[in-house]
């Protein structure tokens, strides 16, 4: 049997009977014991590997709760606009039309006109440099994308094309395609643009792997199309597939799940079943996130794409397969919609039919009359801490006072909810102490932006943010004594740092980065 041991190191186990320990061995994959370092040096005989680890901290790994993994790994191959200038992202995109051979698409993701001093742009200002190429590229929310006419062209979208149901093809003061795209109207142009094959699916996973195990995520709860699935399975026929995978279904996908069996938390050690991923609404950027009251300044109340009798309906289906629910939420009356369905469904007992809990994705804004719903009807609420301060000048602008409410994870913690937080990547960065810094501060990321904490009431501690990347999205997915903590049979996934996150001022989190990860007790990632 092969074993390991970890000594000199202060360990954080996450374990409320032993908190803190010196050392670890770990044997097979998984910890043999932990404790100080004379007893577990005891352990040890001529063929163990002892590593002395001069002082480091080592915490369980940490899980990403919320990413879109395969869209992550192609928003790492393809034109970064995420820039702070509309002039910025278009030389970007200019200079990738460049290096690409004509004809051929140019796809690019991340660009905010909220924050763009020029504000939003148009197909016209692509066409002025890639006449011969489809350009298309995605807005940082995943909610609108912004094409180029030769795009438009190809997808079939013309002046007198209908707005598709769900979603709108913008025009101007003069009835003009704009190219900029809303909702279900950039499924329009994601149709035509030709399908990633199985090999660059799974460059694309590689790539957003290696990025996510140098931060010390080991875990990640995925809601992708369905194709991701089959990619993932062939890396892990091939073993490649280092991180842990809980692979959310898409609803179109619901049947296929059905007849194939499946149902939330089956799989093995690396892959396994998640829940079903609805969209309730849309986002708060393009205005589309679905609300109780109008937008400041306008008379719009976003998008609702479903009712709580639609959760219902689809609930009745779902649950008693044993396939738990998670629903994309924004707004507070698409937040508001999903908890009277889920409250339907205990009611009649079927939430309860599934091995995983049922999720709120997001909940960026909620009514307070709905948060202590959240916990009497078990809820989890998935939220994603760096949309706070990135989001901040946006629903200052569109929701006011109302913002109080928005991002409230003390409020939702402290009416008993389990939270569980991720990064909701590409839309943000997966970096986790981004996140933990968010959570903690509700500040801005960048020091020249001199602004005080946003709504602090709303702020964490330092602990209770760990806890909702380590210990509770493991609870979520049903892993609670197997990963997420450190003990005596529970699998040796770990991170470690130079220095004490504990002991860190939250104003430093932003900072901080693993010295290394491991994953089934052998080290995958370490910083030279």
Known sequence: MNTRILTNCKVYTFNPRQPIVEALAIQDGRILAAGSRADIAALSDSSTIIEDLGGQVILP??????????????????????????????????????QTQSGQWVLGHGWNHNIWPESSGDKAMLDAFSPEHPVYLTHKSLHSGWANSAALQLAGIHQDSPDP??????????????????????????????????PTRIEALSQAQQSLLAYGITSVHDFDPWDAYTALAAMQNSRQLTLRVI??????????????????????????????????????????????????????TGMLFIEGEDIVKVGRKALPHGISLAVHAIGDRANHEIINGYAQLDEMGLLKEAALPARIEHVQLIDPQDIPRLAAHGITASMQPIHAISDRHMADRYWGERSQYAYAW?????????????????????????GIFAAATRKPLNP??????????????????LAAYITQPQAAA??????????R????????????????????????????TMVDGEWVFTRT
């Not at 025009?171 to 909702?183: K, S, V, Y």
């Not at 093995?268 to 679905?290: C, E, M, N, V, Y």
């Open 61 to 98: 790994a940490l899980t990403d709760a919320h990413i879109h993994l395969l869209e992550y790994g192609f928003s790492l191959m393809r034109v970064n606009c995420e820039t702070i200038t509309r002039a910025e992202c278009l030389q970007r995109v200019r200079e990738r039309v460049s």
């Open 165 to 198: 149901q769900g979603g709108v093809f913008q025009r101007d003061q003069n009835g003009q395609l704009t190219g900029i795209l809303l909702e279900s109207a950039m499924r329009v142009v994601e149709s035509v643009i030709p399908h990633p094959d199985q």
């Open 247 to 300: 692979k959310g279904i898409p609803l179109p996908n619901l049947d296929e799940a059905i007849a194939a069996g499946l149902k939330s938390g089956q799989g093995s050690s690396h892959l396994r079943i998640g829940w079903l991923k609805l969209f309730a609404d849309g986002a708060l950027g393009p205005q589309t996130a679905a609300m109780l009251a109008p937008y400041q300044g306008s008379t719009s």
């Open 410 to 434: 003390q409020s939702v913690a402290a009416g008993g909810s389990q939270l569980i937080f991720g990064s909701d990547a590409p839309v943000e960065s997966p970096n986790p102490y981004w």
């Open 448 to 465: 020249q932006e001199k602004l005080d904490s946003w709504y602090p009431q709303q702020c964490l501690p330092i602990a209770d943010a």
């Open 478 to 487: 049903g892993q609670a004594d197997q990963l997420g903590l450190i003990q």
């Open 489 to 516: 049979g529970a699998i040796a996934d770990l991170v470690s740092f130079t220095t004490d996150p504990f002991a860190t001022p939250a104003e430093n989190f932003a900072k901080i980065l693993p010295q290394a």
